[in-house]
Antibody, heavy 118, light 112 residues
């Protein structure tokens, strides 16, 4: 059974940093591209980052480019999202998702909440 | 960035009736390889989103055949025939043809 479990969220102050993790199981993690998507409270979904299976390519939404870094450790079956210079507008539920093929998001984690507030 | 405009914003449907959701793109979603990277997701209340349709019209594993995706170019439609109680939630279209990838703003399906 495919499982994606996010962690690392919490309440942080504006300008601070946070690193999210997503531990994968039930599939060969090193063979699949992975994504981060977020959802601000009562708002829609926003795709924010993609990393290829071998970390050869990374893509970001303009809203996080230069502040967030997606990475992975295939030996630990873990996806990361390092978030710097956090802003109030980064407050959201953050989901990791597995890319079945060609950017098809077939499995999602349960999400982890990040709140940026003073 | 590609903007996906979904209509209607909300939809109230009687059980057993059909629902139709439109997703219009600001640019053609047909990639140079001929594939159209357009998907539909459903987020049920309190849950993570789940994949329904990929490549415009292909149902993901386990998705009932009541869900039908269609369209091309810039105009796409998700039809749900014979709406059932478990279909309620917010439906999102999603494009992966152009970078950055983008979601539509969502359509909330309610049951009358």
């Amino acid at each position: 059974e495919v499982q994606l479990v996010e962690s690392g969220g919490g309440l942080v102050q504006p300008g601070s940093s946070l690193k999210l993790s997503c531990v994968a199981s039930g599939f060969t993690f090193s063979s699949y591209n992975m994504h981060w998507i977020r959802q601000a409270p009562k708002k829609g979904l926003e795709w924010i980052a993609l990393i290829y299976y071998d970390s050869s390519n990374k893509y970001y939404a303009d809203s996080v480019k230069g502040r967030f870094t997606i990475s992975r450790d295939n030996s630990k079956n873990t996806l990361y999202l390092e978030m710097n210079s956090l802003r109030s507008e980064d407050t959201a539920m953050y989901y990791c998702a597995k890319d079945y093929s060609s950017y098809i998001l077939d499995y999602w984690g349960q999400g982890v909440m990040v709140t940026v507030s003073s | 960035d590609v903007v996906l405009t979904q209509t209607p914003v909300s939809l109230s449907v009687t059980l057993g009736d059909q629902a139709s959701i439109s997703c219009r793109s600001s640019q053609s979603l047909e990639y140079s390889d001929g594939y159209t990277y357009l998907e539909w997701y459903l987020q049920k209340p309190g849950q993570s989103p789940q994949l329904l349709i990929y490549g415009v019209s292909n149902r993901f594993s386990g998705v009932p055949d009541r869900f039908i995706g269609s369209g091309s170019g810039t105009d796409f439609t998700l039809k749900i025939s014979r709406v059932e109680p478990e279909d309620l939630g917010v439906y999102y279209c999603f494009q992966a043809t152009h970078d950055p990838l983008t979601f539509g703003s969502g359509t909330k399906l309610e049951i009358k």
